[in-house]
Structure formats: structure tokens, C-alpha cells
């Protein structure tokens, strides 16, 4: 005998709030465009730049021409050279080959599609009641499917494919320049000795001929290059040379070691050479006896002083000391005889001045003594 009973049933749960997943969509969405527009732009940026390269790459030939050209006739050095081929290849990175990216990148999502992921929900209800009841419910499970949006973030991952770039197939490798304008500065060897070659032989026959006057023998012109070669005087290269040759005897018995040397040069003329072609460092001076005054009358016997004999003096080749004692006597006899000729003639003025104070006071005593004899004469005669 069952009694009555009373069934409460649970209400129907909320639905679930999708907000927040729809929220996290939108930002995988928009995460996912914008990683797929950073792969095209990179892409892109990535077929320019083998364009760029390429092109380079093309030009290499050309502009080596011009760089040789310029080294050839003296613009340019072999360091600037170098330099310039240098920057070149590495501005377009010619060092390595061009590849290509030949990969085909899927187009971009649809952003109005909504990628869904499916779960599984098993649910589990206990028995109630006791077996044998009316309101016996034996244990059940449930299984439930149902799709929600994917909110995991999709980024391209399309691995790149390369293939050779066409425009390279004319591709050399451009360390063959840099070796080619070493070789077209400093030779290959035996006869080829290249630019420096050419600069050092012009070098070592234009220090001959400026500082010797004369053309390099055969041997002073390899002894020359050997010692440039072996770099003798570091890096002074021919100014190295020419100073060698300024300290050898040959230029020594050509010219003067000293700016004083040419001082004397010019003052007294240039030095003798003994019989070896040896400068005795003497001097033969010029002298000219028409510019120095001389005797006239009887001064030189007035005087009682004999002049000394310039022209035999200076007739031979005399030390410096030596021939600035004698220009320096040739003044002061020049001095002596002005002088002697002006006190002599000073002597003759006061001679003759004395003559005449004297014959006039004998005019003028002998004047008064015949006024006296006068005066005297007319006093007696008027008495």
C-alpha cells in the first residue's frame, strides 16, 4: 500500500555565456591575418632584395672595368681600389649565390569563418529509489556531442621553399675580382710585374735623372727594384731611394750637402774639384782691380804705404775664412784710400790757405807802411 508522493524536478540550467570565447575569437582572428600579412610582406621584401642583388651581380663586370681603368692611369690607389671593389660586393652580398622563394602561400583565411572544435560531455544519474518500487529509476549515462569555436591561435607555418634564381646563372664568384686587381697591381710574376711594377721602374729611372742628372744603368735600375721590393726603406719606398742616393759619393761630388754650401756658391762661386772629381771646398773669387781707387800723384809716396796685389791674391782657389779676409781688406783699403786722398787733399786746402793769410798780411803791412809815409809826407807840407 503505497502512500502519495511528491516529485520536485531541478530547473533547466542557464545557457552558458559565450562572450569571452567570442572575445578570444575575434583576437585569434585578427592575430592570424595579421602573421599571414607579415609572411607575404616578408616575402616580398625578400624578392626584392634578390632582385637588388641580382642586378648587382650583373654589374660586377662592368664596374671592375671602371675600377681598373682608374687604377691604371694614376686616379686611384691600389688601397682605394680594393676598397671601392670591396663595398661593392657587399652592398649587394655577392659573396653568395641568389635562391629564390618559390613558395606557394595558401591565401588567407576567410575572417568571417569560425573555426569550431567538438567535445564530448558524458553525464552520469545514480539509481533512486529500491527495486521493486513503482518509483524505482535505475543508474543511467548519458553522452552528449557539441561544437564550440576554436580559440587556439592558427599561425601560418608554411615552411618556405627555394629554388635557384635564373638571373644568377651568369653568376661568378667575385672573389675572382678582388684576385684579378691584385694581379693587375703587382703582376703575376716573371716579366708580369703589373702597375707597381711599371710605377716602381718610373720611380727608380726618375731619382736617377733628377737627382744625378743622368739616366739609371741596368744595374742601379734592379738594385733599385730589389730594394723597393724588399721594402729597405719601409715605407718611404722611392723617397727612400732618392735619400740613399743624396748620401753617396757620386751626388756629393755633384752638388753641395748644405744650403751654406750654396750660400758660398753664390758669393764666391762653386768649389774646386781636385783630380779624383773630389770638392777641395776652396773657391777661385773673380776680382775686377778697375773697382778699387788707386795711387795718384805723390800720395802713394805721402803715405809711404804699399798696396797689396788683390789680383794675385784672389788668382788662386782659397778657403772660405780665406776669401772673406781678403773681400773684407778690398774694403778697407778702398776705405784707406778715400781717405788718404781726401786728408791729403785736406792738407793741400790748408796749405795754400796758409799761403795766402800770409802773402795778404805782407800786402797789408807793406799798404799801411807806404800810408804812413804818406801821412807823414802831407803833414809837412801843410805845416
Known amino acids: 500500500m503505497g502512500g502519495s508522493k511528491t516529485v520536485i524536478e531541478a530547473p533547466k540550467p542557464l545557457p552558458p555565456d559565450k562572450s569571452f570565447e567570442k572575445y578570444l575569437q575575434y583576437q585569434t582572428n585578427r592575430e592570424n591575418r595579421l602573421a599571414d600579412r607579415a609572411e607575404k610582406q616578408t616575402s616580398y621584401d625578400r624578392a626584392r632584395t634578390e ?80 527495486p521493486g518500487d513503482d518509483d524505482y529509476t535505475p543508474p543511467s549515462t548519458t553522452v552528449t556531442t557539441q561544437e564550440d569555436p576554436d580559440t587556439t591561435l592558427q599561425i601560418p607555418t608554411t615552411p618556405p621553399n627555394y629554388e635557384w634564381d635564373t638571373n644568377w646563372d651568369e653568376w661568378a664568384n667575385p672573389q675572382q675580382y ?39 744603368t741596368e744595374g742601379e ?24 742616393i743624396k748620401s753617396g759619393s757620386e751626388y756629393s ?44 800723384g805723390d800720395l802713394a809716396d805721402k803715405t809711404g804705404i804699399n798696396l797689396p796685389d788683390f789680383t794675385d791674391y784672389f788668382s788662386e782657389a782659397r778657403t772660405v775664412k780665406e776669401l772673406e779676409e781678403g773681400t773684407q781688406n778690398i774694403r778697407d783699403t778702398r776705405k784707406y784710400l778715400y781717405s788718404a786722398g781726401l786728408t791729403a787733399l785736406q792738407g793741400d786746402i790748408d796749405k795754400e790757405t796758409t799761403r795766402i793769410k800770409n802773402e795778404g798780411a805782407k800786402d797789408i803791412a807793406k799798404i799801411q807802411s807806404d800810408t804812413n809815409i804818406i801821412t807823414g809826407a802831407l803833414s809837412g807840407f801843410w805845416s
Open 51 to 130: 632582385g637588388r642583388e641580382a642586378a648587382g651581380g650583373r654589374g660586377l663586370e662592368d664596374y671592375y672595368s671602371s675600377l681598373e681603368n682608374q687604377l691604371s692611369a694614376g686616379v686611384i690607389g691600389f688601397g682605394d681600389a680594393k676598397s671601392q671593389l670591396e663595398n661593392y660586393i657587399s652592398r649587394y652580398n655577392l659573396m653568395t649565390p641568389g635562391q629564390t622563394d618559390v613558395t606557394d602561400y595558401p591565401d588567407p583565411a576567410d575572417p568571417d569563418a569560425v573555426p569550431t572544435v567538438t567535445s564530448t560531455t558524458t553525464t552520469t544519474t545514480p539509481a533512486s529509489g529500491q
Open 178 to 216: 678582388l684576385d684579378r686587381l691584385q694581379d693587375t697591381y703587382i703582376g703575376t710574376g716573371d716579366d708580369d710585374t703589373g702597375i707597381l711594377g711599371t710605377q716602381r721602374t718610373r720611380g727608380v729611372q726618375a731619382a736617377y735623372r733628377d737627382l744625378l742628372g743622368r739616366e739609371a
Open 221 to 244: 735600375l734592379q738594385q733599385g727594384l730589389d730594394d723597393l721590393q724588399a721594402r729597405v726603406w719601409e715605407g718611404a719606398g722611392t723617397r727612400g731611394l732618392r735619400d740613399s
Open 253 to 296: 761630388k755633384k752638388f753641395n750637402q748644405s744650403y751654406l754650401d750654396n750660400y758660398y756658391d753664390t758669393m764666391f762661386g762653386p768649389q774646386t774639384t781636385d783630380e779624383s772629381g773630389d770638392r777641395t771646398g776652396k773657391r777661385k773669387y773673380t776680382f775686377d782691380a778697375n773697382l778699387l781707387p788707386s795711387y795718384r
